[in-house]
C-alpha cells in the first residue's frame, strides 16, 4: 500500500484559475514537505511544516498556500495560475521536522498549465 | 553560485561496471540524502547519509562533513539502475527546517 498518497496524479489547468493538490501521509511522521520539479529548474523546496506548524517558506509567491487538516495531511492551494507553473509537485514527508530526518517523497501530481 | 554540485553530468555503463557518482556543496551541511528518480517517476529515497560511510545492497556512500562532499558507489551495475541520481544536502543555519537543495542530478545509462 502506498504510504504517501498524492491526488490527483495528473491535472490540467488554465491559466488565472486556482487548484488544490492533495497530499496524505501514512508512516506516522510529523513533519511535512513539498518541493517542485520542472524542466527548467532543479527540484525546488517549497514548505516544511512541522506538527502542523509552517517552519519554512521558500516560495516567492503568496499564490501558493499549503493547508494542513490534519497532522498527516497537507494540501497545496495555488491560486491564479500560470504557465511557469507548471511542474511535478512532490510532498514528502519524515519522522521529525528539521533536520537529521530522513525524507521520503510521494509519487508527485504532474500539473500543466494552459 | 549553484550550492551542490553533481557529477558527471551523465554516465554511460556497461552492464556489471561499477560507477561513482560525486556530490560537492558550498557549505556545511546538516544531513545528506541520495534519491533515485526514474523518468516521470517519483524520487526513492537510496541511502541518508550526513557522515561517514552507508552500504546497502550495492550501493555505497561515503560523506566527509568537513570536505564538504559525498559519493555515492555504485557496485555490478544493473539494466534496471538507469536513471537520475541526485544528492540533497540540508545547509547549516541553525534553523534547521528540514529544507533540501538538491543537485541537477547525475543521469546514469546501463547498458548490457
Known amino acids: 500500500d502506498p504510504k504517501i498518497i498524492q491526488k490527483p496524479k495528473y491535472l490540467v489547468a488554465v491559466t488565472g484559475s486556482e487548484k488544490i493538490l492533495i497530499c496524505e501521509q501514512y508512516?506516522?511522521?510529523?513533519?511535512m514537505y513539498w518541493y517542485r520539479q520542472s524542466a527548467k529548474k532543479p527540484l525546488e523546496f517549497m514548505f516544511s511544516y512541522s506538527y502542523q506548524k509552517l517552519m519554512d517558506n521558500q516560495t516567492a509567491s503568496s499564490r501558493f498556500q499549503p493547508q494542513s487538516s490534519k497532522k498527516n495531511h497537507l494540501d497545496l492551494q495555488i491560486t491564479a495560475l500560470k504557465p511557469d507553473d507548471s511542474a511535478t509537485y512532490f510532498c514528502a514527508s519524515s519522522q521529525d521536522g528539521g533536520s537529521y530526518a530522513e525524507q521520503f517523497f510521494g509519487p508527485g501530481t504532474r500539473l500543466t498549465v494552459l | 553560485g549553484q550550492q551542490v554540485q553533481q557529477s558527471p553530468a551523465s554516465l554511460v555503463l556497461q552492464e556489471g561496471e561499477n560507477a561513482e557518482l560525486q556530490c560537492n556543496f558550498s557549505s556545511t551541511a546538516t544531513q545528506l540524502q541520495w534519491f533515485y528518480q526514474r523518468p516521470g517517476g517519483s524520487l526513492v529515497s537510496l541511502l541518508y547519509?550526513?557522515?561517514g560511510t552507508k552500504h546497502t545492497g550495492r550501493l555505497t556512500s561515503t560523506t566527509v562533513t568537513k570536505e564538504r562532499r559525498s559519493s555515492l558507489h555504485i557496485s555490478s551495475s544493473q539494466i534496471t539502475d538507469s536513471g537520475t541520481y541526485f544528492c540533497a544536502m540540508e545547509r547549516t543555519t541553525g534553523a534547521n527546517t528540514g529544507k533540501l537543495t538538491f543537485g541537477h542530478g547525475t543521469i546514469l545509462r546501463v547498458h548490457p
Open positions: 508512516l506516522g511522521h510529523n513533519a
Open positions: 547519509n550526513p557522515s
